[in-house]
């Protein structure tokens, strides 16, 4: 099984990381600079055309920018039909639908993935949504592709709105929050260094303590919020200011945009 890339970015570049020198890999970028670097540092082969990759890959990811989906996809539908069953194509570009994609490559099984950012070192979070000539097999094929980069949920396509607003965007959320650790640190007379490593593991420890020990994040607030306490005066000010709600209202934002980034590609 050959695995083709069309867009060879940094999300790309994650999971041809972690797929294995045991796996065939085939790409093609507008950045020739980009190709020669991923053949020489993951051994992979590199295409002349989008085509080739279409041609050569069982497993064909679409890692273009949104903005570009259009033009390749009509370059692949120029291709014809002939196989088109036999080979499976994975988008990862945000906000289009299954239908558009799917009237674009009639006739081609189509899942639509949604990773986040920290698949970019193994951590991340996919959903997986499939079009209507995938069945079990493949969907499980595209599922194993994103478990080399983090976990995978498989989600009807009426949730990936909510799935891009809260761990598509999410992580934005999160390094801005540690952006502004940081900042408080250092108004509390902390180096900027020390501030920053302080805050990056405060971060990262509260992540892994929710999923070591399964309570809940509520039920650990409370742990380590004494009364009377600096935990509860902190606590006092992000409740004044509206901190969860401000977390809240910008995850559905996000997911209302990427509604109507579907609306555009469907209009």
């Not at 990759?53 to 291709?79: C, D, H, T, W, Y």
């Not at 097999?137 to 809260?166: C, H, N, Q, S, Y």
Request: glycine share 10%; hydrophobic share 45%.
């Amino acid at each position: 099984m050959t695995i083709g890339f069309i867009g060879a970015g940094r999300m790309a570049e994650a999971l041809i990381a972690r797929l294995g020198s045991s796996q065939k890999v085939i790409a093609s970028d507008v950045k020739k600079v980009r190709l020669n670097y991923l053949r020489k540092k993951y051994k992979i082969r590199v295409a002349k055309s989008n085509l080739e990759v279409f041609r050569s890959g069982s497993i064909i990811i679409l890692a273009v920018k949104p903005q570009n989906m259009a033009k390749v996809l009509e370059e692949l539908r120029a291709q014809g039909t002939e196989h088109r069953t036999q080979k499976l194509v994975i988008s990862i570009a945000v906000g289009i639908p299954l239908k558009y994609l799917q009237k674009k490559l009639p006739g081609l099984p189509i899942v639509r993935a949604m990773p986040n950012n920290p698949c970019l070192v193994g951590m991340g979070i996919t959903a997986l949504t499939k079009g209507r000539s995938v069945n079990r097999g493949l969907f499980r094929k595209a599922g194993v592709i994103f478990e080399k980069v983090g976990g995978v949920v498989r989600v009807p396509e009426k949730w990936m709105d909510g799935v891009t607003g809260l761990s598509g965007s999410g992580p934005a959320f999160v390094y801005q929050m540690m952006e502004a650790l940081t900042s408080g640190g250092i108004a509390a007379g902390l180096p900027k260094n020390v501030a920053a490593m302080l805050a990056l593991q405060t971060v990262l420890g509260s992540a892994v303590t929710v999923k070591g020990t399964g309570k809940s994040p509520r039920d650990l607030r409370i742990m380590v919020t004494s009364p009377g306490g600096t935990t509860m005066e902190g606590l006092k000010v992000l409740n004044k200011r509206k901190f969860s709600r401000a977390l809240r209202d910008a995850v559905v934002a996000a997911a209302k945009k990427s509604k109507a980034l579907n609306r555009k590609w469907t209009s």
